[in-house]
């Protein structure tokens, strides 16, 4: 079955490139869970576009990464969530919370799948945060979580 990536799946590729995999890993994985599309003709023509919003997104190398971890951990980032009165969340805090939040306060943009959480934020506090941005550079943010 050939496919084209609209997601980073390990050991298989990026957003843009086209694979062949098994019908079954296709069908039944891929597929469903939306990490790609199947290739068509019609469908090649997004590749373009996959590749670009994945350029946008990307960082650029060693010396980019450690520009965005200094904005990023300049940041104060302040994040309202639900909580109960003896501050305890209603829930916990997800990454796509984390993400709006850095926007929030205008920091770099940044994908929800390089945000490291090691234990899951389920009160009221400050919190460190990890952002893996390349392989040999991580950023730590301190978000506070507040009462909304």
Not at 21 to 43: F, M, Q, S
Not at 68 to 87: D, F, S, Y
């Amino acid at each position: 079955m050939k496919l084209i990536l609209t997601a980073p799946v390990a050991h298989l590729g990026v957003p843009g490139e086209v694979v062949e995999v098994r019908d079954g890993y296709g069908r039944n994985y891929l597929l469903p869970k939306g990490h790609a599309i199947a290739w068509t003709r019609g469908a090649e023509k997004q590749i373009e576009g996959i590749k670009r919003a994945r350029d946008a997104r990307e960082i650029r190398g060693l010396d980019h990464a450690k520009q965005v971890r200094e904005q990023l951990e300049a940041l104060e980032v302040v994040l309202p969530a639900r909580a109960g009165a003896n501050g305890k969340l209603f829930g916990a805090v997800t990454s796509s919370d984390l993400v709006a939040a850095i926007r929030t306060a205008n920091g770099p943009a940044v994908d929800k799948r390089s945000i490291v959480v090691e234990k899951p934020i389920r009160n009221v506090g400050n919190h460190t945060v990890g952002i893996k941005l390349h392989d040999a550079v991580t950023a730590h943010i301190k978000v506070n979580v507040t009462a909304a």
